[in-house]
């Protein structure tokens, strides 16, 4: 065998192992584009995005073979982008050409099905020369399909909160752990006399209230946080852009995150500024019916609509000689009415309960059995038109009824001494 022979041989034994590693690494190479989530591909810098390389995931995202988009055969790949984001495509491919560096977005396609709500998300790259000359793009795309809807559902949810916590007529906002406000509706907003939401949002309370106020409700956020327990139904007021005070019924609860740690608060105020202002005008009718009552000079009760007594003024104690906790859930008439008129008695509280007013002359008697003569007055108390109570006003006309007895008894004196004068008498009005 010549040297030349020899040589031959010893190449083809040489190169034998080098064609199966070159093979070997090739259907590697294949097996591992295979398993990828999405293709690969290679294409030029042209507006069909002519490609000369799709491995064969892309029959799994785009509906077709791989070999429809080679040179152009069926179809290009620019014709499979959704057509609103086929200038965008370009735009941004180009401009990262240009600097030499990778490229990335997102975009829907239509399927072979048609359907064209299908997104991908593409990076690549331009592969250049030695000389820097552009010879292709290489670059991967996979199927974001679901993860596009989740978004979509997810932003959907988002809109759908937020149009209900901003349509709300409560304020609704939350905190962070520093106690700065992450979010504030509408109503918030306008509580705070701002004109966005981005005008409180990272600030806290000190930054928002006077010192005063805002210490108090920092305490009730720390409680929140620190404790988990939650703040529920506290009267408290705000400061509108006014100053003027703005009532609120407060809630605030512990926000927690999915592995139930606590990452903030969420915050509840009801308006109940006109609630407080009609309580304190029922205040101040109260205490001004209550003045009232008791400075009266007359004897005061009031009843229920059984006849048993809720309250009495001081007048009534002192006609009547009873303490008022001798008298409270009595019946009135089994208090202060003689046997001899228990029947009249019984008589006006049933025609008093029934609506009737009645005002008489009457006699009534005192704790310590003396009989004491009265005006009464007994009439209804309606509320909306319904009957809740009946009242009994009682004026001392002893004194009156004296001195009627007595201009009697001087009259029928005068009478007599008319009759038997033997002189005449003659009476002139001054």
């Known amino acids: 065998m010549t040297d030349k022979e020899i040589r ?4 083809a034994v040489v190169q034998r192992p080098s064609e199966e590693a070159l093979r070997d690494s090739e259907e590697r190479y294949r097996t591992m584009i295979g398993n990828l989530p999405g293709f690969v591909y290679r294409c030029q810098n042209d507006r069909d995005w002519t490609m000369s390389f799709m491995s064969d995931g892309c029959r799994d995202i785009t509906g077709y073979a791989p070999e429809d ?67 292709y793009i290489e670059g991967f795309i996979s199927d974001i399909t679901e993860r596009k809807q989740a978004e979509e ?9 937020r149009t209900l916590i901003d349509n709300i007529p409560d ?14 509706n509408s109503t918030e907003v306008r509580y705070l006399g701002v004109k966005s939401e981005a005008d409180v949002l990272g600030k806290d309370d000190f930054d928002i209230y006077p010192k005063e106020l805002a210490e108090k409700f920092f305490a009730d956020d720390q409680l929140v946080l620190q404790t988990g327990k939650p703040v529920l139904n506290r009267e408290e007021y705000i ?17 927690r995150n999915q592995e139930g740690r606590i990452i903030g608060l969420v915050g509840i105020g009801r308006d109940i500024t006109a609630h407080k202002h009609a309580e304190e005008e029922v205040q101040r009718e109260r205490a001004f019916f209550d003045q009232l009552v008791e400075t009266a000079p007359e004897g005061i009760a ?18 009547f000689g009873y303490g008022v906790d001798e008298v409270v859930g009595q019946y009135l008439d089994d208090l202060v009415a003689p046997p001899a008129r228990w029947e009249e008695a019984e008589a006006l509280t049933r025609s008093t309960i029934q609506g009737g007013k009645n005002l008489l002359e009457t006699v ?21 038109g319904k009957l809740e109570a009946v009242y009994a006003i009682y004026r001392d006309i002893t004194e009156r009824k004296r001195a009627e007895e007595a201009l009697r008894e001087s009259e029928a004196l005068y009478q007599s001494l008319v009759k038997v004068s033997p002189l005449s008498i003659c009476r002139k009005d001054l």
Not at 153 to 161: I, K, S, V, W
Not at 172 to 181: G, N, P, Q, T, V
Request: proline residues 1%; contains cysteine; glycine residues 4%.
């Open 8 to 11: 031959s041989d010893e190449a």
């Open 171 to 184: 304020s609704i906002y939350s905190k962070d752990l520093a106690c700065r406000k992450t979010l504030a």
């Open 364 to 384: 009534r008697r005192r704790k310590d059995g003396t009989l004491v003569d009265v005006s009464l007055i007994g009439a209804s108390i309606l509320v909306a």
């Open 302 to 319: 009031i009843a229920d609509t059984q006849g048993r007594v809720l309250r009495v003024n001081a007048e009534f104690v002192r006609m």
């Open 153 to 161: 559902t997810l932003q959907n949810e988002r809109l759908l909160l």
């Open 69 to 135: 988009f080679l040179h152009n055969k069926k179809l290009a790949f620019n014709d499979i982008i959704r057509q609103d984001y086929r200038e965008r495509v370009w735009l941004n491919v180009q401009n990262c050409v240009q600097q030499k560096k990778a490229f990335q977005h997102e975009y829907p396609i239509v399927v072979a099905s048609g359907e064209t709500d299908h997104w991908v998300w593409e990076r690549g790259r331009g592969i250049f020369s030695d000389a820097g000359q552009l010879l």
């Open 239 to 255: 400061l509108d852009e006014k100053q003027q005070k703005r009532w609120l019924l407060s809630s605030k609860l512990p926000l």
